[in-house]
């Protein structure tokens, strides 16, 4: 059964293609490759529901010179994940380097 939970993960020293290799491993799922101008190069996963998953560097912008998701600017790759089944939450925590940033839960 899926939740309505809000996770941020980060890790500090993997690349984004391990991570996405990894959470592809561990959750049997296989992520999209994007592009935008806000998110830059990013993968996106969304199921068959509302589990969505987006995993991203945190670059830092030639703008302002701040990192994309300035509330975590040690983290160089961010992973937002909602609505998965409960247990999904429990392996990216497991997840080599993963640091749980956030969880939030919507009743």
């Not at 996770?7 to 996405?20: F, K, L, P, S």
């Not at 998110?39 to 994309?68: A, C, K, M, S």
């Amino acid at each position: 059964m899926n939740c309505r939970r809000y996770d941020e993960y980060g890790w500090t020293d993997r690349q984004i293609d391990q991570v996405a290799a990894d959470i592809g491993d561990v959750l049997a799922i296989e992520f999209e490759a994007r592009n935008s101008l806000y998110r830059g190069d990013y993968y996106r996963w969304h199921g068959p529901g509302e589990e969505d998953l987006i995993l991203q560097e945190n670059f830092v912008e030639d703008d302002d010179g701040l990192p994309t998701d300035d509330r975590h600017p040690h983290h160089v790759v961010l992973l937002y994940a909602s609505r998965l089944p409960h247990e999904w939450f429990d392996r990216l925590a497991a997840i080599p380097g993963a640091e749980r940033l956030a969880s939030r839960t919507v009743s």
